[in-house]
Structures are given as C-alpha cells and as structure tokens.
C-alpha cells in the first residue's frame, strides 16, 4: 500500500491515477493531540477502574467462599469415619 | 530524528498512559490519516471526531503491532476500517448504487454558472475538496482508497465488500468524473478571466 505498489499496477485499467490526491492533507485542529491524550487517559482510567471493581468482587467471593468452608469444616458432624 | 520504527517501540515499553512516544506518531501521520478521514467520510464535521479515533484504537493496538508493515501502513487499516464502519452507520445520507442513473448521469455537473465560476475563485485544495464532496460515495470511496493511500485494487474490493470489476469501473468513472469537473471549473475560469 505505498507507493510502490500505487504504480505496481502497469496500464492502470481505470485510467491513469489523479496525482493531486495523493499530495492531499489537511490540517488538525489545534487540541487535536491533546484530545487524543485525553480519551487514551479517559480509557486507560476507565480499564483501571473495571479492573479494581472485578478485582474487589473476586476478592469478595473468595472471602465469603473461605469463610463459609470454615464454617463447614468447623460445624459438627455426626461421627462418621472421618470426624477425627 | 527517530524512525517510526523506534517510536512505536517506544510506545511499547512507556508505562500505560505515558503518551510521549506515540504523540510523535501522531503528529507525523495526523495530517494525512485527516485528510483520509475527511475524503473517506465526505464529512468535514467528523473528520477530526474520526481521525482522532483512529489514533485512540491505534494506541490501545499497539501491543499487537508486530512491525511487519510501516506504522503508516498499519495506521491506514485502521482508518480504513474506522471510516468505512462510520459510513456504513451513517443512515441519513443516501446511498447511491453504481448503476444508479443519478450517477452515471452525474447530475452534479449541472451546475449553475455562477457556481461553477464560485468554484473557480476557491484555491486548488478548495476546489478538490469541493470536486470530492460533490462525489457519491460509491465513486468517491474507492478513489480516495486507490489514489490517495495507494491500495490494490483486490485490497479495495475486499473491504468494500464488491467484485474487482466493479472496483475498477468505479475508480474509473470516479476519475473520469473528477476530471471532467476539474476540466469545466477551469474552463470556467478561463471564460471569466477573458470575457469576449
């Protein structure tokens, strides 16, 4: 897709190219980079925050999962073979 | 200078959220991935919402970019992908089919004298840009994708989704249709600068 490709094609079948296009650029608004910076900080927060929040509920899970097999393990049971 | 090359490395191995590398990225390739997303969309008004999009996916690809292509290269696949989704979602505009006889009769090029000669008054990048905008998408998106990123004519019927043939024919009368406008605002001109 560069240039060297742009004439790969010999006897372009639609035509010769339109030069002029290829020159063509335009002109960023002035808080185009700091806009972008923003929304890459906004998402990166965003991310961060998501983590943290998947992360707390695991944590959460994990606690009352051991804190109930505890509660299991302790409870009493009714003698069998393996209540030593 | 560093090369895209070191400052997409760069990029890589900043920490998440330190942009400094990647911001020279941007500010060597902005200008163009903008005026690709401004032809591409036919949308002044989106073409900085689009552009600055297609840097953002950019940023958050970057792990993935393994260098197997230039920056630029790969930027463009992105955009690509970024402006042809938008136009895909823009419901309001028409969509024009190639056979469209609104198209092959290119009913923009009857326009009134006054407007041709208001054409000619406007700078050269105007006037593309005018000629462009005036361009259905069907002929306008396969011609800024061929002649203005340089892609094959297989690459731009995969994305677009239609035969090679039916590529070529648009690009073809896309140029042709071009030219023509081109060629009557000059003529145009002319007429206006010598009026006997």
């Not at chain 1, 983590?51 to 509920?57: G, H, N, V």
């Not at chain 2, 340089?150 to 989704?161: H, K, N, P, R, V």
Request: aromatic residues 6%.
């Amino acid at each position: 897709m560069s240039g060297d490709d742009r004439h790969s094609e010999e006897g372009d079948p639609a035509g010769e190219p339109i030069a002029e296009l290829a020159l063509l650029r335009e002109q960023p608004r002035s808080d185009f980079g700091r806009r972008i910076r923003n929304s890459i900080q906004r998402r990166i927060a965003a991310a961060d925050c998501l983590d943290f929040s998947l992360m707390a509920l695991f944590e959460t899970f994990l606690g009352y999962l051991t804190a109930l097999l505890q509660a299991v393990d302790r409870r009493p049971s009714g003698g069998g073979k393996g209540d030593r | 200078m560093k090369s895209d090359q070191d400052l997409v490395l760069d990029a890589k191995n900043a920490p998440a959220g330190d942009t400094r590398a990647f911001d020279q990225l941007v500010l060597r390739h902005q200008e163009r991935v903008l005026a690709n997303c401004r032809y591409l969309s036919g949308s002044p008004e989106d073409a900085q919402d689009l552009a600055q999009d297609v840097f953002v996916k950019a940023y958050f690809a970057l792990k993935r970019f393994e260098g197997r292509s230039a920056f630029g290269t790969w930027v463009q696949r992105i955009k690509i992908n970024h402006c042809l989704n938008f136009l895909r979602g823009r419901k309001s505009r028409r969509q024009v089919d190639i056979e469209d006889p609104a198209v092959t009769g290119e009913p923009e090029l009857r326009q009134s004298p006054g407007a041709e000669r208001e054409l000619d008054r406007a700078d050269d990048r105007e006037r593309i840009r005018r000629i462009l905008d005036a361009l259905p998408d069907t002929l306008r998106v396969p011609l800024i994708m061929r002649d203005l990123d340089g892609m094959a004519y297989q690459e731009i019927a995969d994305e677009l989704g239609v035969g090679l043939s039916a590529v070529k024919m648009r690009i073809k009368r896309g140029r042709e249709a071009y030219r023509r406008r081109f060629e009557r605002i000059e003529a145009s001109g002319r007429a206006t600068a010598n009026p006997e």
